[in-house]
């Protein structure tokens, strides 16, 4: 069955200071891997995509990165803005476009 | 820039009730996604559309629901006779070719 994990569940980080967050997925052929951010109360927003191990993506603080069996999100001198739950999805063919989440990673940045 | 509308933002309605929710995916694209989220728990597909039809559906997604894409702009999530494990955020989602972009939701609240 295919399946999403991402830890750490919460993360609290000092504003500055650098961490990763960690997507785990079991898929039979992975034809997308995606990263959301999700504010309380919203719907997520789109980050990245990531198609094939050794990818990397960049967005200002934000770089996403891909491997067989894992992805990683991290987050280089973060701000208080930062803060949001960080939603890690997959898409195999088989399943067509539909996306099989993750619970998140909740992160909290203090000033 | 744009962007997936949802209304109402919240819903509250009596058990047993009907409830449409609503949405305007963005003009340009041709693949339409529903989407729930239970407090505390995962984003979980429900159904997608294509092509005026539906392409897959979850389990979830049973006979107490339907959709439809009544006219040229918008795209509609029916639930009928609403129990109140149906409360949850209900994320309409739009896509050109593989990235999804979700509109802010509708909470759905069932008493």
């Known amino acids: 069955e295919d399946q999403v994990t991402q830890s750490p569940e919460a993360l609290r980080l000092q504003e500055g200071e650098s961490s990763s967050l960690n997507c785990s997925y079991t898929v039979s052929g992975l034809r997308g891997l995606f990263w959301y951010r999700q504010d309380p109360g919203k719907g997520p927003e789109f980050l990245f995509t990531?198609?094939?191990a050794g990818e990397e993506k960049e967005k200002e603080r934000l770089k996403a990165t891909l491997t067989k069996k894992e992805s990683f999100l991290h987050i280089t001198a973060p701000k208080p803005e930062d803060s949001a739950t960080y939603l890690c999805?997959?898409?195999?063919?088989?399943?067509?476009?539909?996306?099989?989440f993750g619970t998140g990673t909740r992160l909290q940045v203090f000033p | 820039e744009p962007e997936v509308t949802q209304t109402p933002s919240h819903q509250v309605t009596q058990m047993g009730q009907e409830v449409i929710l609503r949405c305007v995916p963005i003009?340009?694209?041709?693949?339409f996604y529903w989407y729930r989220q239970i407090l505390g728990q995962k984003v979980e597909f429900l159904v997608s559309?294509?092509?005026?039809?539906?392409?897959?559906k979850s389990e979830i997604f049973d006979d107490q629901f339907s959709v439809e894409r009544p006219d040229g702009s918008n795209f509609t999530l029916k639930i009928r006779s609403t129990k109140l494990e149906d409360s949850a955020m209900y994320f309409c989602?739009?896509?050109?070719?593989?990235?999804?972009?979700f509109g802010q939701g509708t909470r759905l609240t069932v008493v």
């Open positions: 990531l198609y094939s």
């Open positions: 989602a739009s896509s050109e070719n593989t990235e999804a972009f």
């Open positions: 999805a997959v898409q195999a063919p088989r399943n067509t476009d539909k996306l099989i």
């Open positions: 559309f294509y092509n005026n039809e539906i392409s897959e």
């Open positions: 003009s340009n694209h041709l693949y």
